[in-house]
Structure formats: structure tokens, C-alpha cells
């Protein structure tokens, strides 16, 4: 049967079912996977969460307030930044400080560390921490501080095109990705600039941010993206000549 089933799943959707599995998580008969969820951040901005995955205002990287730091097990050393999950309280489970019926799709912006939130952070725990207003929608806000969830990767819809964030100096350029639909997560990066005639590869630094130590300045740049799920887009001449170190600009293209 498999040659028959295979080519109908997703591609990231397969590498998470896979992953999950072989991550000691129990999936459900209907898709949905096992774990738990914390709030973080109450006394702070719910825009101010990006963490480790380097975005500095999630709202204006087109996430808005319902973000959640993962664990290690999900976080995948930043390879899920920007991705999307659909959570909802398992209310079978807590009917005490679950809300029936309730969910909320979060886009990964952080990394829940070992030993936080009474271990539940420690591999191979799925876990997730989230900003209050997207805790609130699923579970009461009581002296419980954790919930019993049930979850489920899904395709991220953003507003607008991909954007592109210029960091660095000289000729470090550090780049910030943001705003990316479909799987969410990029998987591979690369940067042109108009004086030059191949795509070079970007390393990731950290989280969202790319880096190369080619000089492109007073160049217009491109950048091409592969996502987990494998698709890929071109974005040419999406950065002008002009540009100037800590300048975002906006695509017209988006991954669906």
C-alpha cells in the first residue's frame, strides 16, 4: 500500500509524522499529536517574544501575538522558526482549565531550553510555550500553568510577501527572513547580487537569520528559498542598490 499512500502525503508532512514517531510522541487516529503547553511572557510585550529565532518584533515579521517557544524535540536547532501549529486544549483530559472546542494556530518563534517549565522542556518532551494571549485561547488562566494539548503541523497563510531584513556590516551581510507561508520554515537560502552570475548559498546563523561574507554592497540583491516541504521561489531584484543595514523589504511572492 505504501507506493499508493505515500505520494498523497505532504512532504514536511511526512518528515514531522516520521520525526514524531521516532520522537516518543503518541499520534491520534486523526492526525493529531500528543504533548503539553505552558504561557510565558505575561509581564512582557506578547510582540516581544522572538527570541530565539532572532525576529525582533513578531508583529511586524507578520506573525502577530500568538507565538510559542518550542522544545528541543520540535525546535530542531531552529530549523522550525516560522513554522505554524494548530493547538487545542485537550479538554478530555483537563476539563478543568481546557476550553471545550477551542483552538489556535501559533507560529514557532522561540526555543524553550532543557530544564524550564519543570522539565517539560527536556527531550524527548513536545512542548510548548506560549505567549499568553495565545494560552488564553485554548485553556483558563489559572494556578494549573499547564495543559494537556493536542496538535498538528499546519500551512502558514501570511499577509503580503516574503520579507527580507538586512543586518550586519561591511561585507558580513546577516539577512532576516520573515513573513514566509506555506510550510512556514525555510529549509535552504541562497543571495545574488546583480554583479554577480551564480546564487550563492546562505549559512544559517541563527534561527531566521542567514549570513555570507560576500560584499554586495551598491548591489540590487535576489533570494531564492527552499522550504522543508521543498518548494522553492525566486525573489529577483527584491532589494534595491540603495539599500542601507537594518532596511526591511518586502516581496511581492509568497509560498502557499
Not at 479538554?91 to 526555543?111: E, G, H, M, Q
Not at 556590516?169 to 510550510?183: D, L, P
Request: charged residues 15%; hydrophobic residues 40%; glycine residues 10%.
Amino acid at each position: 500500500m505504501g507506493p499508493f499512500i505515500i505520494p498523497f502525503v505532504k512532504v514536511w508532512q511526512l518528515f514531522f509524522i516520521v520525526a514524531t514517531i521516532f520522537g516518543g510522541v503518541n499520534a491520534q487516529v486523526n492526525g493529531w499529536f500528543n504533548a503539553h503547553a505552558t504561557f510565558y511572557g505575561a509581564d512582557q510585550s506578547p510582540f516581544s517574544l522572538g527570541g530565539a529565532c532572532g525576529y525582533d518584533n513578531t508583529l511586524h515579521a507578520g506573525f502577530g501575538a500568538n507565538t510559542a517557544a518550542l522544545s528541543g524535540a520540535l525546535f530542531r536547532d531552529g530549523e522550525a522558526c516560522g513554522a505554524c501549529y494548530q493547538l487545542r486544549c485537550d479538554y478530555r483530559a483537563d476539563p478543568k482549565w481546557c476550553l471545550r472546542r477551542a483552538s489556535v494556530t501559533i507560529t514557532a518563534t522561540n526555543f524553550c531550553p532543557s530544564n524550564n517549565n519543570g522539565g517539560w522542556c527536556n527531550p524527548p518532551h513536545h512542548h510548548f510555550d506560549l505567549s499568553l494571549p495565545a494560552f488564553l485561547r485554548i485553556a483558563r488562566h489559572g494556578d494549573e500553568g499547564i495543559v494537556p494539548v493536542l496538535y498538528r503541523r499546519v500551512p502558514c497563510k501570511r499577509r503580503g510577501g516574503v520579507r527580507f531584513t538586512l543586518k550586519g556590516q561591511s561585507s558580513f551581510n546577516m539577512v532576516m527572513i520573515t513573513n514566509v507561508g506555506g510550510s512556514g520554515n525555510v529549509k535552504a537560502a541562497w543571495i545574488r547580487g546583480s554583479r554577480t552570475r551564480t546564487w550563492l548559498p546562505l549559512n544559517r546563523n541563527w534561527g531566521a537569520n542567514w549570513q555570507s561574507s560576500i560584499d554586495l554592497r551598491n548591489q540590487r540583491m535576489s533570494f531564492k528559498l527552499t522550504l522543508v516541504d521543498g518548494k522553492t521561489l525566486e525573489f529577483l531584484n527584491v532589494v534595491p542598490s540603495t539599500w542601507k543595514f537594518g532596511q526591511t523589504f518586502a516581496s511581492t511572492r509568497q509560498f502557499f
